[in-house]
């Protein structure tokens, strides 16, 4: 099994910037990928970023070129650089991943961009 602690999260105005942490912990030498997903109140669930074992990454189309998604294996930690954020990036984040058909989430952290 995996575990996944979010952290990072809060309050920000429209334009600044945030670092999402999730820090895995249990059988991490499973995890082949794992992506940061939001949901937002009234909302379904979205995919914002994924990343691999490697360094292949996958972005959506709404927050391309406003969002990166770097990592320390050393750490079993994942980040989330949201930049330039608006009013409609505000939801609950929370990393995921999927091992043998088993799908693990963290509990999320808030993201509230408002002025």
């Known amino acids: 099994q995996v575990q996944f602690v979010e952290s990072g999260g809060g309050s920000v105005q429209p334009g600044g910037s945030l670092r999402l942490s999730c820090t895995a912990s249990?059988?991490?030498?499973?995890?082949?990928?794992m992506g940061w997903y939001r949901q937002a109140p009234g909302t379904q669930r979205e995919l914002v970023a994924a990343?691999?074992?490697?360094?292949?990454?996958n972005y959506a189309d709404s927050v391309t070129g406003r969002i990166n998604i770097p990592k320390d294996n050393a750490k079993n930690t994942v980040y989330l650089q949201r930049n330039s954020l608006k009013p409609e990036d505000t939801a609950v984040y929370c990393c995921?991943?999927?091992?043998?058909?088993?799908?693990?989430w963290g509990k999320g952290t808030l993201v509230a961009v408002s002025s």
């Open positions: 990343i691999t074992s490697g360094t292949n990454t």
């Open positions: 249990g059988s991490v030498r499973s995890i082949y990928a």
């Open positions: 995921n991943t999927c091992i043998l058909g088993a799908y693990y």
